[in-house]
T-cell receptor, first 113, second 112 residues
Framework: DTGVSQDPRHKITKRGQNVTFRCDPI?????LYWYRQTLGQGPEFLTY????????KSRLLSDRFSAERPKGSFSTLEIQRTEQGDSAMYLC???????????FGPGTRLTVL | SQQGEEDPQALSIQEGENATMNCSYK?????LQWYRQNSGRGLVHLIL?????REKHSGRLRVTLDTSKKSSSLLITASRAADTASYFC????????????FGTGTSLTVIP
């Protein structure tokens, strides 16, 4: 598999529950990004990893959101105490050190009831 | 917050015609990228243009960048029905480099 994969593709949860998403980047890519996209909008930057280090995080990101990339390979994004406003498509992208081109996964669509 | 804004928000053309989309942004950038997104799918990278470049071509795509006006345009020539999608520009601010800002997108419909 040469692309970015995300799991699950769809998640329906009740308000107040915690959810966790996984992203597997392209294997040789050391940079990994998380974005959130709502209907009719472009992706909104959430956070950025270089290898296992989380180097940047959006100032707009709630403390309920946390992301990890423990071994510099796959990454997880957790949302605690979900709210209806968290309903969105969560996109993961990766790139290599030598290029700024980001390759996106198919996304995880979250619906909070 | 989103730095880029695409114009127009929606565009409908006949197959074979050319489609032009514009992107404006607010701060100095390192590079600007264009992406395509089919409905409900992930984004596909189309082309990257660096801040020291003025024009770039890739197949039927032509991108221009005017850093003095903080704007870029994407031209798709000889459009096809398969080009129907949303198109986004993305920029990275020169002083951060690793935060990419996407615009709100242009929804292109190519009528067969």
């Amino acid at each position: 598999d040469t692309g970015v994969s995300q799991d699950p593709r769809h998640k329906i949860t009740k308000r107040g529950q915690n959810v966790t998403f996984r992203c597997d980047p392209i294997s040789e890519h050391n940079r990994l990004y998380w974005y959130r996209q709502t209907l009719g909008q472009g992706p909104e930057f959430l956070t950025y990893f270089q290898n296992e280090a989380q180097l940047e995080k959006s100032r707009l990101l709630s403390d309920r959101f946390s992301a990890e990339r423990p071994k510099g390979s796959f990454s997880t994004l957790e949302i605690q105490r979900t709210e209806q406003g968290d309903s969105a498509m969560y996109l993961c992208a990766s790139s290599s050190y030598y290029t700024d081109t980001q390759y996106f996964g198919p996304g995880t669509r979250l619906t909070v009831l | 917050s989103q730095q880029g804004e695409e114009d127009p928000q929606a565009l409908s053309i006949q197959e074979g015609e050319n489609a032009t989309m514009n992107c404006s942004y607010k701060t100095s950038i390192n590079n600007l990228q264009w992406y395509r997104q089919n409905s409900g799918r992930g984004l596909v990278h189309l082309i990257l243009i660096r801040s020291n470049e003025r024009e770039k071509h890739s197949g039927r795509l032509r991108v221009t960048l005017d850093t003095s006006k903080k704007s870029s345009s994407l031209l798709i020539t000889a459009s096809r029905a398969a080009d129907t999608a949303s198109y986004f520009c993305a920029t990275d601010e020169s002083n951060t480099g690793n935060q990419f800002y996407f615009g709100t997108g242009t929804s292109l419909t190519v009528i067969p």
